[in-house]
């Protein structure tokens, strides 16, 4: 299971990045993003939940976290299995850690 796909974050991307007058998101830089140390949190729920905890451990600890999915640009299946995801997988495992919940 895949929480976002490539295709629509990189055309929601890309329109931001040319508001902003930056170069257009590329697969490579988005592969990149979506890596171990990337911003963007792309994967299955126990690599999402990896890369939440590595990144709280960087930050010295979070104690908050929005999810942030473009509804216009993913099928509603795709956006209701990401939130399913969300919420039956990824926040459970959250809270069980302390440092990050």
């Known amino acids: 299971m895949r929480l976002l796909n490539s ?9 931001v ?14 592969d990149a993003q979506r890596g171990r140390s990337g911003a963007l949190l792309v994967g299955s729920s126990e690599e999402v939940v990896d890369k939440i905890i590595r990144n709280s451990e960087t930050l010295g600890g979070i104690s908050r976290l929005s999810f942030m999915m473009n509804a216009a640009s993913l099928p509603q299946v ?4 990401a939130i399913d995801a969300i919420g039956a997988q990824v926040a459970p495992a959250l809270h069980q850690i302390d440092s990050v919940a």
């Open 7 to 15: 295709p629509p974050s990189t055309r929601t991307s890309t329109g």
């Open 17 to 30: 990045n040319r508001e902003r007058g930056w170069p257009p998101m590329t697969r490579a830089s988005f």
């Open 78 to 81: 795709n956006m209701m299995r």
